[in-house]
């Protein structure tokens, strides 16, 4: 559990007198032993007050004299509960207030005025801080959060900034934001520099307090955070002892459970990884509850993928806890404990996802969610069809990474070193797989186009053209050639694959299909005409697929993006199915293969020791949803109320000694080494011994 006052950040310093104040430490322990919490995150400073008593930022005048972590640990100590200390690092307005000389500036000298640099030194305040907690006798810090902004205007041009990068770069910083340049992106490099050594340096020092207090920060390497942030994939996520980032259904969508559950593990290699989730509807401090079965799902989906979880509870704005959230919770909390047994076994993987940073920034540039499409696109596809995934980055892509999926799935990267083909062309020709879409290998290192993609040779073709509008169509071609990519698509009918497209000139490749373009492509002003809805097919430009054998592998390449258009705005069916057959080509005989509802995960584990597999299955079963008073279009997921029932189907490859659900009331038929299974629950469990 994690439990904080909510309106801290919404009144800069300006509150009412009975803000927290019956925020109670004593209180919520004791609240989160009986809903079965193993620790407690207590919240201890935010941007305006600390809970603590302290000498650098005052309390709230509503808790008088009253020690909120001296509550807490006293009576933690007194059940056994590890506290761990909520300290954000951001938007410290207090100190903000008090030293506007460490605001982050703009390029123009412009303060940032809700935002710190991370060079200058207010270091030193923050460690102050630390030192003061660590006296109360801590499990360990929850550190929230490094970032240096999620949108412009961007930082940091100040003084401190502007020494160092001279003293590391021997020259001045760019004048702004130079996308294309050299001296960009050492102002890149810089700025991911400065988290992850301010990241560090927090850690050394809680170390030299007290070397057994953990230590995790609040982690945004991740869609759809990007170089605004200041973070990478894998360079600041481990500089804790676990990473921790956050699902939130509200903010990143549904899927974002698994995604960044399966990112979390990636980034960090062999290390537990926490996801925080919130027990509010819409945002973390709104004073809502949700139903039980609406967390139910999201905590079981993070669990199955081998997270530990913390619950966020924000209280009322004096300070008072929800009971019945405290009901519900505990009823959540009792089920995982129960069930503890049944999670963190190894995963069986179908395909590798792979992100590249380095494509991020210099494709992606200062517009990274188009760019994300690819990525999130082809993780949706993955959950839908119910292939088992995981994700790979460039900042830590070995052979033996690439070695554990059977295919790997390039969405849309477009920057690709000369080390990094090497070691996909390696992969490929011990037996690997490949799937390549987009603009895949078409750029430099600053995103600029060049004459000759990199990838030309694994590809078996080469790149003559981008097409320049993204409302691009495919056509599969009747006839046992395109059989395996057809599967349940219609031959000899254009489907939409909204997205980037390339077009090829095959050389050692087979092609298979047609790339259209649309009527746009005929417009005098392709842009300025209904740009945000497709037009309709026009002409063949290209070839759709390329297939292409290499040593002992193969490499399926799309000219359209399915991945993108799976994700878009105007997805369709067919698109994520030509991502998905492709994949099924290159992986005909997996060990487990998945029959189920699209709306139903599916997460395969493996136990050795006891010879066992568990398919976990969890269902979302959002409630429909009516327009929206503000804008509209767009409408949040409903809730979900209601246990549901589905059908589903599991086939082992190598043999099936027996099976069992976890459910009594769910019904197994065991047909050889298929077993059909009717489930009515959000979270179901089937092993099987083999």
């Known amino acids: 559990?994690?439990?904080?006052?909510?309106?801290?950040?919404?009144?800069?310093?300006?509150?009412?007198?009975?803000?927290?104040?019956?925020?109670?430490?004593?209180?919520?322990?004791?609240?989160?032993?009986?809903?079965?919490?193993?620790?407690?995150?207590?919240?201890?400073?935010?941007?305006?007050?600390?809970?603590?008593?302290?000498?650098?930022?005052?309390?709230?005048?509503?808790?008088?004299?009253?020690?909120?972590?001296?509550?807490?640990?006293?009576?933690?100590?007194?059940?056994?509960?590890?506290?761990?200390?909520?300290?954000?690092?951001?938007?410290?307005?207090?100190?903000?207030?008090?030293?506007?000389?460490?605001?982050?500036?703009?390029?123009?000298?412009?303060?940032?005025?809700?935002?710190?640099?991370?060079?200058?030194?207010?270091?030193?305040?923050?460690?102050?801080?630390?030192?003061?907690?660590?006296?109360?006798?801590?499990?360990?810090?929850?550190?929230?959060?490094?970032?240096?902004?999620?949108?412009?205007?961007?930082?940091?041009?100040?003084?401190?900034?502007?020494?160092?990068?001279?003293?590391?770069?021997?020259?001045?910083?760019?004048?702004?934001?130079?996308?294309?340049?050299?001296?960009?992106?050492?102002?890149?490099?810089?700025?991911?520099?400065?988290?992850?050594?301010?990241?560090?340096?927090?850690t050394e020092h809680i170390r030299g307090l007290d070397p057994r207090a953990t230590v995790d920060f609040n982690y945004h390497g991740n869609p759809p955070f990007s170089w605004e942030v200041g973070q990478t994939p894998v360079a600041h996520a481990g500089n804790g002892d676990f990473v921790t980032g956050e699902a939130g259904l509200w903010a990143f969508g549904a899927l974002s459970a698994s995604f960044n559950a399966e990112w979390y593990r990636a980034a960090t290699p062999g290390k537990p990884f926490q996801v925080a989730v919130q027990r509010g509807v819409r945002m973390y401090h709104d004073q809502t509850t949700r139903p039980l079965h609406d967390m139910r799902w999201e905590m079981s989906t993070l669990l199955a993928h081998g997270a530990f979880v913390t619950m966020i509870d924000?209280?009322?704005?004096?300070?008072?806890?929800?009971?019945?959230?405290?009901?519900?919770?505990?009823?959540?909390?009792?089920?995982?404990?129960?069930?503890?047994?049944?999670?963190?076994?190894?995963?069986?993987?179908?395909?590798?996802?792979?992100?590249?940073?380095?494509?991020?920034?210099?494709?992606?540039?200062?517009?990274?969610?188009?760019?994300?499409?690819?990525?999130?696109?082809?993780?949706?596809?993955?959950?839908?069809?119910?292939?088992?995934?995981?994700?790979?980055?460039?900042?830590?892509?070995?052979?033996?990474?690439?070695?554990?999926?059977?295919?790997?799935?390039?969405?849309?990267?477009?920057?690709?070193?000369?080390?990094?083909?090497?070691?996909?062309?390696?992969?490929?020709?011990?037996?690997?797989?490949?799937?390549?879409?987009?603009?895949?290998?078409?750029?430099?290192?600053?995103?600029?186009?060049?004459?000759?993609?990199?990838?030309?040779?694994?590809?078996?073709?080469?790149?003559?053209?981008?097409?320049?509008?993204?409302?691009?169509?495919?056509?599969?071609?009747?006839?046992?050639?395109?059989?395996?990519?057809?599967?349940?698509i219609r031959t000899g009918w254009p489907f939409l694959v909204q997205g980037p497209a390339t077009v090829y000139e095959p050389s050692t490749a087979r092609a298979i299909g047609d790339l259209m373009d649309s009527h746009r492509g005929a417009l005098v002003n392709p842009g300025g005409y209904n740009a945000d809805w497709p037009l309709s097919p026009r002409q063949v430009v290209g070839p759709a697929v390329l297939v292409n054998t290499v040593g002992k592998g193969t490499v399926v390449t799309m000219a359209a993006s399915p991945d993108v258009a799976t994700a878009g705005e105007h997805h369709v069916v067919e698109a994520r199915r030509l991502l998905a057959n492709a994949l099924r080509h290159l992986h005909p005989a997996p060990r487990v293969r998945i029959e189920a509802p699209a709306n139903v995960e599916a997460v395969v584990t493996d136990d050795p020791a006891t010879r066992t597999l568990r398919v976990h299955f969890i269902a979302y079963n959002a409630t429909p949803q009516t327009t929206p008073v503000k804008e509209r279009p767009y409408v949040l997921p409903g809730l979900i109320e209601d246990r549901p029932m589905f059908r589903a189907a599991i086939v082992l490859r190598d043999g099936l000694k027996g099976v069992t659900a976890w459910n009594p009331g769910t019904v197994l038929k065991k047909r050889g080494n298929r077993v059909e299974v009717t489930v009515e629950d959000i979270h179901e469990v089937i092993r099987f011994r083999y």
């Open 1 to 202: 559990m994690e439990v904080g006052p909510t309106g801290a950040q919404f009144g800069g310093g300006r509150h009412a007198s009975d803000y927290a104040r019956d925020f109670d430490g004593a209180e919520i322990v004791r609240r989160c032993v009986a809903a079965k919490a193993e620790y407690l995150v207590i919240w201890v400073r935010d941007g305006d007050f600390t809970f603590h008593d302290s000498k650098r930022v005052p309390r709230p005048v509503g808790l008088g004299n009253r020690d909120v972590l001296r509550q807490a640990a006293d009576e933690a100590r007194r059940h056994r509960l590890p506290l761990i200390a909520y300290c954000q690092l951001q938007y410290p307005s207090h100190e903000l207030r008090e030293h506007p000389e460490w605001k982050m500036r703009q390029a123009d000298g412009k303060p940032i005025d809700s935002l710190v640099c991370f060079n200058s030194p207010y270091t030193n305040a923050v460690k102050e801080l630390l030192t003061e907690m660590t006296a109360y006798g801590l499990a360990g810090f929850h550190l929230d959060m490094v970032d240096q902004g999620f949108g412009p205007p961007h930082g940091c041009w100040c003084r401190h900034c502007e020494e160092r990068f001279r003293a590391e770069h021997g020259r001045p910083m760019p004048k702004g934001v130079e996308w294309g340049s050299e001296d960009w992106d050492r102002m890149l490099r810089f700025r991911y520099a400065t988290s992850d050594r301010f990241e560090k340096m927090l």
């Open 314 to 488: 924000k209280t009322a704005y004096d300070g008072r806890l929800d009971p019945v959230a405290y009901d519900r919770i505990g009823e959540l909390l009792g089920e995982a404990r129960e069930k503890r047994r049944e999670f963190g076994h190894r995963p069986v993987r179908d395909v590798g996802l792979y992100f590249s940073v380095r494509s991020r920034d210099g494709v992606g540039r200062d517009k990274p969610a188009p760019w994300f499409q690819g990525i999130q696109g082809a993780h949706k596809a993955c959950v839908y069809e119910h292939l088992g995934f995981g994700f790979l980055f460039d900042e830590n892509l070995t052979s033996e990474g690439l070695g554990r999926f059977p295919v790997v799935c390039l969405p849309n990267v477009g920057i690709l070193s000369e080390r990094e083909v090497a070691l996909l062309r390696r992969y490929v020709e011990d037996g690997g797989n490949l799937v390549i879409t987009g603009h895949g290998g078409q750029f430099d290192p600053q995103g600029r186009p060049l004459a000759n993609a990199n990838l030309e040779s694994l590809i078996g073709a080469k790149a003559i053209g981008r097409l320049g509008t993204s409302d691009n169509w495919v056509r599969l071609p009747e006839g046992s050639g395109a059989a395996a990519l057809a599967a349940g």
